[in-house]
Each structure stands twice: as structure tokens, then as C-alpha cells.
């Protein structure tokens, strides 16, 4: 069966959230609570069947990380001429940068207080703020465009399960 990467993403988020239902169903059956002179109601639960449950999710979600994976290492972006994997350490880089760069732009040039004895203190940035205030929009641009192509390519990249 082939399946786009985005496919996928939504295979593996749906395979982890029946691993959670298994988990909370598990949680309130794993044990029975009853007084003493009452006969006990034992819900349906398997240990031994919910093991092998979630063992066969987390084999397909390893089957389908995997594929993801090699896609992801091998399928190239074509604006960029990078792969999907690069792309995405790209993308975590250029957020960071731009995190940077927020608390940069945000400065005046130059401030000034009063210090505790009465002093006039200047504060100067040492950078123009205005060159951050640009060089964060022309980050903020590539990050989109980025985003974009990895959204682009987890359309058209397709991998064999």
C-alpha cells in the first residue's frame, strides 16, 4: 500500500491514541474493587491479550516511523535542494533564530534611567534595531516558505507500507 507521508502522520497519530484508550481502558480494569460478603464483577480485561494489542500498534508504528524515516532522509524539497529531514532542522533553527531576534528588536537604540544615587545612565544598543526589525521578517518569510514545502512534500512524498 503506498501512502503519502502526511497519510502517514495520521496513521501513526491514530494508532497512538488507541494506544492511550488501551492504556485508560486497562487503568480501570486492571483491578476489581469489592466489600467484603459481595460477589465480585470482574470487568473484561486480558492481561495477556492487552499486551499483545499493544504490541501489534507499536510494531505498525515502528513499521510506518521507519518508512516515514528513510522518506524523510532521502526525498528532496525541490526550492530548498534539501531533504525533508534537513528541512526540518532547518525549520527548528530559523524558529530559534527568529525567537533570537525578537528580543533584539524589541530594544530602542538608546535608553536612559536615573541609577540609585542619582546618576543619569544611558543604556545603548550596540546594533541597529531596525536591521533586526528586517532581518526577523526576512526569517519569518523563510520559515513560512519552508513550512510550506514540508507541507508540500509530506503531500507528494510517498512511501510503501
Known amino acids: 500500500m503506498r501512502i503519502c507521508n502526511a497519510e502517514a502522520m495520521k496513521m501513526i497519530k491514530s494508532f497512538e491514541e488507541d494506544l492511550e484508550r488501551i492504556k485508560i481502558n486497562e487503568e480501570l ?5 469489592y466489600k467484603e460478603g459481595e460477589d465480585k464483577i470482574l470487568p473484561n480485561y486480558d492481561y495477556a491479550e492487552t499486551r499483545q494489542e499493544k504490541e501489534k500498534i507499536n510494531a505498525e508504528i515502528r513499521k510506518i516511523k521507519h518508512a516515514l524515516s528513510v522518506a524523510n532522509s532521502t526525498y528532496k524539497i525541490n526550492y530548498f535542494d534539501i531533504t525533508i529531514g534537513e528541512a ?7 524558529n530559534k533564530e527568529y525567537s533570537d531576534l525578537e528580543n533584539l528588536a524589541n530594544r530602542r537604540k538608546i535608553t536612559r534611567h536615573i541609577t540609585p544615587n542619582g546618576v543619569l545612565e544611558y543604556i545603548e544598543c550596540n546594533y541597529d534595531p531596525e536591521q533586526v526589525k528586517k532581518d526577523r521578517k526576512e526569517i519569518y518569510t523563510k520559515i513560512c516558505r519552508l513550512q510550506v514545502a514540508i507541507d508540500r512534500a509530506n503531500l507528494d512524498c510517498e512511501i510503501e507500507l
Open 29 to 33: 480494569n486492571a483491578v476489581s474493587s
Open 88 to 94: 526540518l532542522v532547518y525549520l527548528a533553527q530559523l
